[in-house]
């Protein structure tokens, strides 16, 4: 692979790099002027996802304003079970909609094997984009995990309670079984096609990982993840995969090592000294500045910046936020974070 250069990839495989190679998850995104005006252009959200000019446009927009390390290839998770035929829109201000996968007979019409062959716009401008970035930017692809991905199939929208997919999941632990092998398969399939048309690493998003509790977490967190790792393995030895299980405290160091990511974004709840004692020498750490820090900026921001560089530092280290961007963003913090990680020694 003609990526060993790039300051991120070298991160990721467990080098120190200094200065610490840096990206943010929902980078590209609302809090730009120049994304809110290029998605009203297209019409909507999905419209921009499945036109890859603008796929590729709105993915380096960020990179242009600040240089990160990374740039994170435009598109969602949910587009995933939109390729195994769920209808999926947005409604404005409110988020994703899908009509709800509920019963075996709803899980069996899902087409995992027809992913590739419908989101082929996300890999023509994932291919766009790699031919388009500097030298030393790296292409980041990414996937939703299972669970995750899971829980919008069922609820058919975001959720508090989350309570139909957990009634499935508990309920009918084979029938649930069977959702999330689909979502295993159309993801490796997914990953796959993205590192084929250029991507240098890929992210596995694992937003409600927090949600599962123990006696389900090995079944419904782990062992998807270790299954889509081996899958990407299998074709891509060498690809540096990052897992994101957001929220899962005591169990970060156990989704580590047995699910075999390379890295491990962790969230901004962490005690930096017991992530630098537990985490580090298991693999590489991303991370973890609260988005809400981001959004307040100055001296609180400055500071918290310092202590993450200072305490996460001196091992292999990416530096990332805890959670995605949030949209009232002032994008002069940006810009200010984007050279404090520049300065630090
Ligand atoms: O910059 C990037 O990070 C790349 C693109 C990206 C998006 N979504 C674009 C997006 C990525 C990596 C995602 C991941 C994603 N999508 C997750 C996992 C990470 C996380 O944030 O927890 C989840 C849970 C989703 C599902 C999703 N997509 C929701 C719940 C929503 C609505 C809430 C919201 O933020 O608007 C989306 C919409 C979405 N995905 C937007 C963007 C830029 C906003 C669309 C718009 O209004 O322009």
Not at 35 to 41: D, G, P, S, V
Not at 147 to 156: I, S
Not at 313 to 318: E, L
Request: aromatic share 8%; with cysteine; hydrophobic share 45%.
């Amino acid at each position: 692979m003609a990526n060993t250069g790039k300051p991120l990839i070298r991160a990721l495989q467990g080098e120190r790099v200094r200065p610490v190679p840096f990206w943010l998850m929902r980078q590209a995104g609302r809090y730009l002027p120049e994304y809110r005006a290029l998605r009203e252009k297209a019409g909507g959200f999905l419209d921009l996802c499945y036109a890859p000019e603008l796929a590729a446009e709105v993915t380096l927009q960020p990179i242009r304003r600040y240089g990160m390390d990374g740039a994170i290839l435009f598109a969602d998770i949910l587009l995933v079970p939109q390729g195994m035929g769920q209808k999926l829109w947005f409604e404005v201000g409110e988020g994703p909609r899908l009509t709800p996968v509920r019963n075996r007979q709803d899980v069996e019409a899902l087409r995992p094997e027809d992913v590739v062959g419908k989101l082929a716009p996300i890999y023509e401008a994932a291919s766009r984009v790699a031919k388009s970035l500097p030298e030393q930017t790296a292409l980041i692809g990414f996937a939703g995990a299972p669970w995750t991905v899971a829980t919008y199939m069922v609820e058919g929208s975001s959720s508090r309670e989350y309570a139909k997919v957990k009634e499935w999941a508990f309920g009918d632990p084979a029938g649930f079984g069977l959702v999330i092998d689909r979502l295993v398969e159309a993801t490796i399939a997914h990953l796959n096609a993205q590192i084929a048309a250029g991507v240098n690493a890929v992210q596995i998003f694992d937003t409600w990982a927090g949600i599962v509790p123990e006696d389900a977490f090995d079944r419904l967190v782990i062992a998807p993840t270790q299954r889509i790792v081996a899958g990407i393995r299998k074709v891509h030895p060498d690809i540096p995969i990052i897992g994101f299980p957001r929220g899962i405290g005591a169990n970060y160091p156990r989704y580590f090592r047995e699910t075999g990511i390379n890295a491990l974004n962790i969230d901004s709840s962490m005690d930096l000294d017991v992530v630098a004692k537990e985490l580090q020498p298991i693999g590489v750490v991303q991370g973890n500045l609260d988005p809400n820090v981001l959004l307040a900026g100055g001296v609180a921001m400055d500071q918290a910046v310092t202590a993450i560089l200072d305490k996460l530092g001196k091992g292999p280290f990416v530096f990332n936020l805890g959670h995605g961007v949030l949209p009232p963003t002032p994008v002069e913090h940006v810009a200010r974070l984007a050279e404090l990680i520049r300065a630090h020694g």
